[in-house]
Structure formats: structure tokens, C-alpha cells
């Protein structure tokens, strides 16, 4: 399985000010994404990281607010752009990779970032 | 959109007590995957069935996947209380839908 880590573990933040999150793959990686968990919650896909390329961004979630870089296929960052109180949750950075055997392809998580907003 | 729901979304049971969560899909899923996120972790990933009526098992867990490819449960025998945590069913590839959860707490 893929190693991932993420920086930072955690920050507090002050509202109307911008965060960077961090994922670092030990290995190249087709496909990236970014997730939301607020607390208590599931986990919602906020956008693919495209290498290259754009993001893809999901539903509600879009460039100005959580801009996305993909400089190759080992790294990504996410920005939580002028951030509120509602934006406190772990932003997860996630890979595929293959399914040994099968070709079958499942999801590694990174640590997660946990992000308060004051 | 699709919607992928889990109950029960809490239980408590006695540690030897067996736990079951069950897991549907709004629509036909391609694949099922169970991931177990401890307190305070994140998302690890368990197990994946992609055939209808499958079944899998790990140890005490057993996972099946229903013949209509729309609901999976995963069954736990003599929960310990290293089983607990939120237990989640996701579908699909690349973009995929996690459902909503079941946290599970063990009693010693």
C-alpha cells in the first residue's frame, strides 16, 4: 500500500485567512483526491486532482474556495480559501492504487489534516 | 445523486456481543468497500466485493454483497474492543460515494 503523509496534522485558524494543506505520496500515483469530514460526519469528495490539469471539483465545492494544485504524481496541495467557522473539519487527502491480485483499484487515506477556524 | 445509507448510525454492545451494519445504495454499485476509521484516524481500508452475492471473510468480520449489487452488510462475531470505531461502506471507482456510518462502541 501507498505511504501518505499530510502537513499540517492540525491548525487554528482565524477566520477570512487562507490554509495550505500538504499530501506527499512514496510513490507515483494516477489518481488523487481531496475529501471533507466535518465532525461527526461521513466523508465528502470535494475535488480529483488532475495531474497537469485542472481539478475536477464535486458538486458545492468550487476553484476560488478550495483551490487545488498537482505538480506531479507524488504531490497535491489544498487551500481552504477565506475561511469560516463552517470550514472547521479534517481534510483528507486520498490515492488509488491496485488491489493486488485483482486489478481491482481501493483507496489509501492520508492522516488528515484537522482544521479549526475560530 | 447517489445516496448510500448505513444503519444502525450508533451501537453499543457488550464486548462478545456479535454488531452488524447494513448498507444501501440509492442505486446499482459497480463495486462495495468497507473501511474502518479508529477514533481520532483516519479511514482504513478493509476489504472490497465486486460480485453479486459475494461473500468475504476476515477473521471474526464477514462481509457480503448483496445479489441486487444495491446493499452489503458486515457482520463482527464476538466483538472486542479493538473493533471499535466508525465503520463505513463505500461504491464505485475512483469517484466514490462513502455511506454515512456506524460507530461502533464495544463495552468492556
Known amino acids: 500500500s501507498a505511504v501518505i503523509s499530510q502537513k499540517p496534522s492540525r491548525d487554528i485558524c482565524q477566520r477570512g485567512t487562507s490554509l495550505t494543506i500538504q499530501c506527499q505520496v512514496d510513490?507515483?500515483?494516477?489518481?488523487m483526491f481531496w475529501y471533507r469530514q466535518q465532525p461527526g460526519q461521513s466523508l465528502t469528495l470535494i475535488a480529483t486532482?488532475?495531474?497537469?490539469?485542472?481539478?475536477?471539483?464535486e458538486s458545492g465545492f468550487v476553484i476560488d474556495k478550495f483551490p487545488i494544485s498537482r505538480p506531479n504524481l507524488t504531490f497535491s496541495t489544498l487551500t481552504v480559501s477565506n475561511m469560516s467557522p463552517e470550514d472547521s473539519s479534517i481534510y483528507l487527502c486520498s490515492v488509488e492504487g491496485l488491489f493486488t491480485g485483482a486489478g481491482q483499484e481501493t483507496q489509501y487515506f492520508g492522516p488528515g489534516t484537522r482544521l479549526l477556524v475560530l | 445523486g447517489q445516496q448510500v445509507m448505513q444503519i444502525p448510525q450508533y451501537q453499543h454492545v457488550q464486548e462478545g456481543e456479535d454488531f452488524t451494519t447494513y448498507c444501501n445504495s440509492s442505486?446499482?454499485?459497480?463495486?462495495i468497500q468497507w473501511y474502518k476509521q479508529r477514533p481520532g484516524g483516519h479511514p482504513v481500508f478493509l476489504i472490497q466485493l465486486v460480485k453479486s452475492g459475494e461473500v468475504k471473510k476476515q477473521k471474526r468480520l464477514t462481509f457480503q454483497f448483496g445479489e441486487a449489487k444495491k446493499n452489503s452488510s458486515l457482520h463482527i462475531t464476538a466483538t472486542q474492543t479493538t473493533d471499535v470505531g466508525t465503520y463505513f461502506c463505500a461504491g464505485g471507482y475512483q469517484k466514490v460515494t462513502f455511506g454515512t456510518g456506524t460507530k461502533l462502541q464495544v463495552i468492556p
Open positions: 486532482a488532475n495531474q497537469g490539469s485542472e481539478a475536477t471539483y
Open positions: 442505486t446499482t454499485l459497480s463495486n
Open positions: 510513490s507515483q500515483v494516477t489518481m
